[in-house]
């Protein structure tokens, strides 16, 4: 079983609607987590942490669910520059990160 | 503020000859890595320093594969020889503590 799962999408969404996606992963020990995006061709860049309670960024929000082993991304009132690809990450008991393979999101005008 | 630098960009070289790929991190960020990203196998952890120190290498995939960080500000990926399968994008990253900062990668193809 893969470390971290993600369905791959896509997700085709109208500008304006909201959209939401799951991670799993398997390692109960994980200590941190993180979305990153990931343009077409450009590097992965840092989304936002999670924090245990959730927490929003602007019209992002994320969720953790320890018991489950999962954490989600809510985006809200989509624009097309959200269109990307939506890498979960996770970090067990030391520096390096685990990656999900991605979501990706498609928002259509 | 400068991020992470990678050279070059785009690197297409022919099977059995040497590639090297350079990165200097953020300034002040005590970990650097190294990524492969491709189409089948995603992004994967190649090698990770902290203070200059190669800590885990064990997603190097083999002798072909070196990487050196002779001081805080520099850091090197060599593949010697290269073969087609090392087409990939590599990403260099770097980090004070748990979030890691991207280069802009090395879109290397071996033809």
């Known amino acids: 079983r893969k470390e971290v799962e993600q369905d791959p999408g896509p997700f085709n969404v109208p500008e304006g609607a909201t959209v939401a996606f799951n991670c799993t992963y398997s390692?109960?020990?994980?200590?941190?987590f993180f979305w990153y995006r990931q343009d077409c061709r450009k590097e992965p860049k840092l989304l936002m942490s999670?924090?245990?309670s959730g927490n929003e960024d602007g019209r992002f929000t994320a969720q953790l669910n320890r018991a489950s082993q999962y954490i989600s991304l809510l985006i809200r009132d989509s624009k097309l520059s959200d269109s990307a690809t939506y890498l979960c990450v996770l970090r067990s008991n030391d520096y390096k990160l685990s990656f999900g393979a991605g979501t990706t999101v498609t928002v259509r005008a | 503020d400068a991020g992470v630098i990678q050279s070059p960009r785009h690197e297409v070289t022919e099977m059995g000859q040497e590639v090297t790929l350079r990165c200097k991190p953020i300034s002040g960020h005590d970990y650097l890595f190294w990524y492969r990203q491709t189409m089948m196998r995603g992004l994967e952890l190649l090698i990770y320093?902290?203070?200059?120190?190669?800590?885990?290498d064990s997603g190097m995939p083999e002798d072909r594969f070196s990487a050196k960080m002779p001081n805080a500000s520099f850091s090197t990926l060599k593949i010697q020889p290269s073969e087609p399968r090392d087409s990939a994008v590599y990403f260099c990253?770097?980090?004070?503590?748990?979030?890691?900062?991207f280069g802009p990668g090395t879109r290397l193809t071996v033809t």
């Open positions: 390692n109960s020990a994980s200590q941190s």
């Open positions: 990253a770097s980090s004070l503590r748990y979030e890691q900062y």
């Open positions: 320093f902290n203070n200059n120190v190669p800590i885990d």
């Open positions: 999670v924090y245990s």
